[in-house]
Structure formats: C-alpha cells, structure tokens
C-alpha cells in the first residue's frame, strides 16, 4: 500500500530554520506532483508548495515565497521542505500529498495520498 512518512517537523524560534522530509513508498513516485499542505488549529488545510514530476516546476503561496524552498530525490523517493526565517504564523501540521492528475495542484482535492503529518511550532 502507498505509505507517505514525514520526518523533521519541531520546536524552533523565530527565525530559525527546519527541513522536512517525506518517504514515499508504494508509488510510483517520479510519476507524481508532490505538495506540501498545512493546517493550524481552528483552520483548514492550506497549500503550501508543489513541485512537479521531474522537479523541474515548483510553486508556493504567496505566505511562504521566498522562505521555503521544495525540492525531491527520485532515486531516493523523498520530497523536502526547507523552511527558513520561519515565523509564529507558520506553525502548524505539515502534510505531504502526492497527486498523479488533477485539475489545481494547489487544490488539496487534488491529491490522493497523504502522509500523517509533522508538527512545526515556531515561536516568537
């Protein structure tokens, strides 16, 4: 069955930075856009980034342009979010997401597979 496994989420101050990991497994991974999503208590699931097949397309909102960088390892089945000059408003549950078609990658509906999240807590 596809397993999707996040890694890396903690407690850091503002400013500072946190990598995330997600193992993919189960899939065929190179052929899926994988996205990052996170949702804060009281809110819904919000789109963070997604990144093409290849890698070689990524997009974010506009809340984290600039400060997160998403990137994969096809051979490793593995896709990341670096998180710098992380801030209070960022902490949240970070949920990867992979997603083969579709109509919005930035759409949470468009994703099929989930991993079960990691908590990211930034405080000021």
């Known amino acids: 069955q596809v397993q999707l496994v996040e890694s890396g989420g903690g407690l850091v101050q503002a400013g500072g930075s946190l990598r995330l990991s997600c193992a993919a497994s189960g899939l065929t991974f190179s052929l899926y856009t994988m996205g990052w999503f996170r949702q804060a208590p009281g809110n819904e699931r919000e789109f963070v980034a997604h990144?093409?097949?290849?890698?070689?397309?990524?997009v974010y909102a506009d809340s984290v342009k600039d400060r997160f960088t998403i990137s994969r390892d096809n051979v490793k089945n593995t896709v990341y979010l670096q998180m710098n000059s992380l801030k209070p408003e960022d902490t949240a549950v970070y949920y990867c997401?992979?997603?083969?078609?579709?109509?919005?990658?930035?759409?949470?509906?468009?994703?099929?597979?989930w991993g079960q999240g990691a908590q990211v807590t930034c405080s000021s």
């Open positions: 990144i093409g097949w290849s890698g070689g397309r990524t």
């Open positions: 997401a992979a997603r083969q078609y579709g109509v919005d990658a930035s759409s949470a509906r468009d994703y099929k597979y």
